[in-house]
């Protein structure tokens, strides 16, 4: 039953719940969604966003309010006005509407409708993402003198630290998340277990794990941030025996095809530009191994789905991986600090071991057992609950 149904069935909801988000791209509207399927077990939940496509099928499952079809804006200056113009309508929106409780999806910084919220009585959940003002400073930097870059995020970091003071709960996805951004000291209303659910049945090990081929990959956006190139040079130091795809769009896409060209065209690297997201599980399912060199992260869904089809992953050890990636049992850790060469011959290294198949089987057990719907929706509801003690 969606959100659109009867008054009778919004009734029974215990809760009602406002979810608020900055500005959505196609990468983060999945990640919405599972949020708002996640709230509606236990809640009656609306969205408040900018930028969602009008063929979203969030708009045929929820109330939305979408208060412009602006992105972020590609530089700095277009990117404030709109973060302050946005600030603007949804914090109008947001004294505008009766629910009780409205929760800030990845949107910590935006002050304006965060108070609005705490004017109208209502109480506040701030949910980070990951580390924003890291993120932007690793995409700043490529456009502007480092030193305007880093006041600049330093900038949006103060604006979060009074977001999460302002709060009356906050929800990290992992103990790891919650070190990274300095969480610990709003311990007394700090949720540090949150999680986003995996759709078991969907990111499943269809293919056995033996059976697969000698592919390995990436699944992600193709950006700084997210160390594609790192990963780049990685590539070009494993040997030829394995295919690596690069699963994914991004800006860096033409860069990681010339930088590649001569594996490209011997067909031991692809680049598939972006997949829709019903497409991923069967990408994920073809992988020995999947690879991330990110510089900075909070959970990645990425690689739970990943791991949802028995795929080990190697990853660089920042932000709430080591929360999920247990090196040995359910992966292998990269240090940040290691060559794109150490890293080629660590992951290797690990493709010539014997124990990936129980690996990958412990891969799966993980994910059911901490990132199923049932058990997720428990933890949010126990969110709502502790606000009304």
């Known amino acids: 039953m969606t959100q659109k149904g009867t008054e009778a069935d919004r009734i029974e909801k215990d809760y009602s719940v406002c979810l608020v988000t900055h500005p959505l791209s196609e990468a983060s509207e999945t990640a919405v969604h599972g949020l708002l399927d996640l709230i509606a077990a236990s809640a009656c939940v609306s969205l408040v966003t900018a930028n969602l496509a009008s063929d979203s099928e969030i708009r045929d499952d929820y109330e939305v309010i979408d208060i412009n079809q602006s992105g972020t804006g590609d530089s700095i200056i277009v990117a404030a006005v709109r973060f302050l113009r946005n ?28 108070f609005a919220a705490k004017v109208s009585r209502q109480k506040i959940i701030v ?21 305007i870059a880093f006041t600049l995020s330093k900038m949006v970091w103060l604006l979060e630290q009074i977001g999460y003071w302002v709060a009356d709960s906050v929800i990290a996805l992992s103990p790891g998340m919650a070190e990274d951004l300095g969480l610990y000291r709003y311990d007394h209303k700090l949720y540090e277990n949150g999680a986003r659910p995996v759709d078991v049945d969907r990111f499943s090990p269809n293919t056995p794990y033996e059976e697969r081929s000698k592919r390995i990959g990436y699944l992600g956006r193709l950006d700084e941030e997210k160390g594609v190139d790192i990963l780049v040079e990685v590539v070009k130091n494993l040997d030829d025996n394995y295919e690596f795809v690069f699963i994914g769009g991004g800006v860096l896409q033409e860069y990681v095809e010339d930088e590649l060209s001569a594996k490209v065209e011997d067909d031991t690297v692809k ?20 690879i991330t060199t990110s510089r900075t992260e909070g959970v990645p869904t990425t690689i739970l789905e990943s791991m949802g089809c028995g795929t080990p992953v190697c ?10 990636v247990e090196d040995g049992k359910t992966g292998y850790l990269l240090d ?24 990958s089987d412990q891969c799966r057990e993980f994910v059911v057992n901490n990132y199923g719907f049932e058990v997720v929706v428990e933890k949010y509801q126990q969110v709502f609950e502790d606000l009304y003690d």
């Open 87 to 114: 600030q603007f309508q949804m914090a109008r929106i947001v004294r505008q509407r009766d629910e009780e409780i409205v929760l800030f999806f990845g949107a910590v910084s935006y002050l304006l409708p965060i």
């Open 127 to 147: 949910e980070p993402r990951g580390n924003v003002p890291e993120s932007l400073y690793q995409i700043w930097r490529s456009r502007v003198h480092d030193s």
């Open 271 to 290: 680049v598939t530009g972006w997949v829709d997201h019903d497409d991923i599980p069967k990408y994920l399912d073809s992988l020995r191994l999947m």
């Open 315 to 324: 990853a660089t050890s920042v932000g709430g991986v080591p929360d999920v």
């Open 336 to 359: 940040p600090t290691n060559s794109p060469e150490q890293y080629a011959e660590q992951i290797t290294s690990v493709l010539m071991t014997d124990d990936l198949k129980t690996m």
